[in-house]
């Protein structure tokens, strides 16, 4: 036989049996993802607290300057004497002067507060009030996957896609970090 048919045969041979071998080896291993059948997102209520401010225009009350309303009962009372006594006939009719001074003291007394009431201004005031914004983020993913005839749940720090990598049979459920061989098996 010649030599180059020879080393042609023993060659052939040689890398039919290497990928022959390499074959078995992983119908034997198994398969190297699991299927996803289903990645439910599992979120939580994120609630942030903040200001809201605005400017109010307000009003206010002056405050007040005679308390007990002094000058209204004075000024009222004053009146009412002077009108008492020209109803009375003026002279002598005490009791007409008294109850003239008395109705105006207290007409002018309740006067006064009416104005007091109305004596008011208006002011510009930052008025703030708490507000929460709720927002929604996802923390993990509830997944459901399938290896041959098993299935199986699992819930992953990232959605897998439509496989998840196997690592000696078992799943990887967790993102290797950056320039790590390294994950979490299950």
Known sequence: MNKSVLVGV??????????????GYRMLSGSEYAQV???TPVTESVRTPRQECSDQLVTRQEPVKDKHKIAGSVI????????GNAIGGGGKNTAAKIAGAAAGGYAGNK????????????????????????????????????????????????????????????????????????????
């Open 10 to 23: 023993v060659f052939g041979a040689g890398i039919a049996t290497a990928f022959g071998g390499f074959a």
């Open 111 to 186: 006067t006064q507060e009416e104005m007091q009431k109305n004596d008011t201004y208006q002011t510009t005031e930052r008025v703030c009030k708490t507000v929460v914004d709720v927002s929604e983020r996802t923390v993990a993913y509830d997944v459901k996957y399938q290896i041959g005839d098993t299935t199986g749940e699992v819930r992953m720090d990232h959605d897998p896609g439509d496989t998840i990598k196997l690592t000696d049979g078992k799943v990887v459920i967790a993102r290797a970090p950056a320039g790590s061989d390294a994950s979490d098996t299950q």
């Open 76 to 83: 009222g009372a004053v009146a009412g004497g002077l009108l």
């Open 37 to 39: 059948l289903s990645a």
